[in-house]
């Protein structure tokens, strides 16, 4: 399926990339730097065309996240939440950026949901028992 996406991006015109993306692909090397534009291209390109699909939200909410955009990255994880509220990924992914700003009661409400939605899962009960 990845293949069929990727084949079926078909070149548009150039999107601004992120600031704090594109500041990240100037101060690595040079290899790395086009990895991190191409990725960011790809992205891009994989909202543009399914903009409402919960995995791509996913993807682009990850590079956000990687790449110090985390409060760009909730609102992309909460419009997955939107599209699909059974999605374990996205509370997960909120509660840890929420974790790492020392909200300790919205990481509490979206670890609960979370565990809500897959109760036997021993990693979640493992991050959310882990000192910050």
Known sequence: MIAAIWI????RTKVAMDPAI???ASRASPEVGHLIRE???VTTKLQEQFPET???LDVVAMLHSRFGRA???VEL???MLELDPKSSAACR???AVAMQKG???EAEAYFRKALALEPDSASLRRNWVRPC
Not at 8 to 11: F, M, N, Q, R
């Open 71 to 73: 409060e760009r990255a």
């Open 8 to 11: 079926g991006i078909a070149p």
């Open 39 to 41: 990725a960011s291209d």
């Open 54 to 56: 919960p995995e791509v």
């Open 77 to 79: 994880w909460k419009r």
């Open 22 to 24: 594109a500041e990240t």
């Open 103 to 105: 909200d300790l009661a």
């Open 93 to 95: 992914a909120i509660a």
